[in-house]
């Protein structure tokens, strides 16, 4: 796990239990370890899993990704670039227009 992916992660586990992680400098393996425990128990939620999620029945392609592009879903993802898996798998922000 690197930095960036530490970090990120450390703040999806403080706004799930609204709290700090207190071993952070006690004992940085610890905290990581914590972190990374979090993000096997709970992965994030991507544009795809939430799509079928509230439409089970959307037609995928071979690979498993909507067939449609995001945009077509989600109106704040009117700037596709044509690389649809990338925004199928970015994580979810509740935003549901």
């Given at each position: 796990?690197?930095?960036?992916?530490?970090?990120?992660?450390?703040?999806?586990?403080?706004?799930?239990?609204?709290?700090?992680?207190?071993?952070?400098?006690?004992?940085?393996?610890?905290?990581?370890?914590?972190?990374?425990?979090?993000?096997?128990?709970?992965?994030?939620?991507?544009?795809?899993?939430?799509?079928?999620?509230?439409?089970?029945?959307?037609?995928?392609?071979?690979?498993?990704?909507?067939q449609a592009?995001?945009?077509?879903?989600?109106?704040?993802?009117?700037?596709?670039?044509?690389?649809?898996?990338?925004?199928?798998n970015e994580?979810?922000?509740?935003?549901?227009?």
């Amino acid at each position: 796990m690197d930095a960036v992916e530490y970090l990120k992660g450390k703040a999806r586990v403080q706004k799930e239990y609204s709290s700090s992680l207190s071993c952070d400098f006690e004992n940085p393996e610890l905290a990581v370890e914590i972190v990374e425990d979090f993000l096997k128990s709970h992965p994030k939620e991507t544009y795809k899993s939430y799509l079928l999620k509230v439409l089970p029945n959307v037609p995928l392609d071979a690979e498993g990704y909507p067939q449609a592009c995001c945009s077509n879903y989600y109106k704040h993802r009117e700037h596709c670039d044509g690389n649809c898996r990338y925004c199928w798998n970015e994580e979810y922000d509740g935003d549901n227009t």
